[in-house]
């Protein structure tokens, strides 16, 4: 995406940030929208923003994420408020002198938040210490949203992790076959059917009344966590687009999925796609020291599942970006989501064998028997 320095220059002003910008580095870990880190001059120094331009094509109605996260930023800042705990854990938007948080026109729609001084994302990380802290992270905010109304809250992308919705809406699309993509993807789509029975079991729960809906953050991959860069500890979770209600399963789901994974999420050596169990470990017993307390029996009975249903699901949307002609997901070559595809796959696989594992070492933090 090229974006000159005019736009920029435009919504800083918008948002108040008078002085000149140094300079302008694009973050490029993100799949939808575009995020930039903004250096300005002010008073006595320098000030840095994030800057990003929302995926208008991905978020239909992005006016109603911004609302949902100005409830969400609000609830949080006034409890680590009144709980005196840092204020770096939260996010902190600016505003216009309209009182928006956003600010829109022919250069796109625009949000700035502040940059939290001292702070780091990664993609991956082999400390267990490391991954055990961003559980935590992920945990406390489940916790933190435990009292919040899901009521306040659009639903920014109906049916997001609705999984059986996705595979349906795969198979009408591979009846349409668009991009005539189909004859190249059959080994995968028989394997979509094949583990289709467990990949929709936590819909089937939902609709019998097992699992209860909380208010999940539905992107909890470890690069949506800001790490200090001195202690290496976790200091709050960004991209709170996605923030709807959902299950717990799907939060720790997509984060195992993601920093448990011992390759990249794209990575074409299959030989080097799998479940780490030391990784996974480390995130689930720094998740559930966070959240044990408020979840019901079957809710945490069903944490290994969900990482083996979000993996699934993930191989679904890539397939389905790809035979629909990479319209959704950003890609950096052609086939991109097909090389996604077959990566989440091959993890998708690891895990559906190492189900009883993972149960285990659930039952095990827990105390849990099951
Ligand atoms: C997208 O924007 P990013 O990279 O945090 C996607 C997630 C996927 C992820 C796969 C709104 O997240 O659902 O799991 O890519 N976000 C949206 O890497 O669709
Ligand atoms: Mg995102």
Same mark, same amino acid.
Do not use: W
């Given at each position: 995406m090229d974006i000159s320095r005019e736009i920029f220059e435009k919504v800083a002003k918008k948002f108040g940030i008078c002085g000149k910008i140094i300079d302008i580095n694009a973050l490029t870990s993100g799949n939808i929208n575009g995020t930039f880190v903004v250096r300005a001059e002010a008073e006595g120094g320098e000030e840095k923003y994030i800057f990003q331009r929302l995926?208008?094509?991905? &978020?239909?109605?992005?006016?109603?994420?911004? #609302?949902? +996260?100005?409830? +969400?930023?609000?609830?949080?800042?006034?409890?680590?408020?009144? =709980?005196?705990?840092?204020?770096? #854990?939260?996010? !902190?938007?600016?505003?216009?002198d309209e009182g928006e948080n956003f600010v829109e026109g022919d250069f796109g729609f625009w949000r700035v938040y502040e940059y939290v001084p001292n702070s780091i994302t990664i993609n991956q990380s082999d400390d267990p210490e490391k991954i055990r802290s961003a559980g935590k992270a992920f945990g406390n905010f489940q916790t933190m949203l435990s009292d919040f109304d899901a009521s306040q809250l659009y639903d920014t992308i109906p049916n997001?992790? =609705?999984?059986?919705? @996705?595979?349906?809406?795969? &198979? @009408? =699309?591979? %009846?349409?076959?668009?991009? #005539? !993509?189909?004859?190249?993807?059959?080994?995968? +789509? %028989?394997?979509i059917k094949?583990?289709?029975?467990?990949? $929709?079991? *936590?819909? %089937?729960?939902?609709?019998?009344? %097992?699992?209860? *809906?909380?208010?999940?953050?539905n992107d909890t991959k470890i690069n949506n966590v800001l790490f200090d860069i001195d202690t290496g500890e976790a200091k709050t979770v960004i991209d709170l687009d996605t923030v709807?209600?959902?299950?717990v399963a799907h939060d720790f789901g997509d984060a195992i999925r993601f920093a448990a994974n011992k390759s990249a999420e794209d990575e074409p050596d299959l030989s080097k796609v799998g479940l780490d169990m030391g990784k996974y470990k480390a995130f689930a017993e720094g998740f559930i020291s966070e959240v044990s307390h408020s979840l019901i029996e079957n809710e945490i009975k069903t944490l290994a599942l969900?990482?083996?249903?979000?993996?699934?699901?993930?191989? $679904?949307?890539?397939?389905?970006?790809?035979?629909?002609g990479d319209k959704y997901f950003k890609t950096l070559y052609p086939g991109h989501n097909l090389v996604r595809t077959r990566c989440q796959l091959a993890l998708a696989m690891d895990m559906y064998n190492k189900l009883d594992e993972m149960n285990e070492v659930i039952s095990g933090i827990s105390g849990l028997k099951f």
């Open positions: 995926n208008t094509f991905v &978020f239909k109605q992005p006016k109603h994420i911004m #609302s949902n +996260i100005a409830a +969400i930023t609000t609830f949080i800042a006034d409890k680590i408020e009144r =709980n005196g705990l840092d204020k770096d #854990s939260v996010m !902190r938007f600016l505003r216009t997001f992790h =609705n999984t059986r919705a @996705r595979v349906e809406n795969f &198979f @009408r =699309n591979v %009846e349409l076959d668009e991009c #005539s !993509r189909v004859k190249e993807v059959e080994y995968e +789509i %028989e394997q094949k583990l289709m029975p467990l990949g $929709v079991k *936590l819909n %089937e729960m939902v609709d019998a009344g %097992e699992l209860p *809906l909380r208010v999940t953050h709807m209600p959902g299950l969900g990482a083996f249903t979000m993996t699934y699901e993930l191989v $679904v949307r890539f397939l389905d970006d790809y035979i629909t």
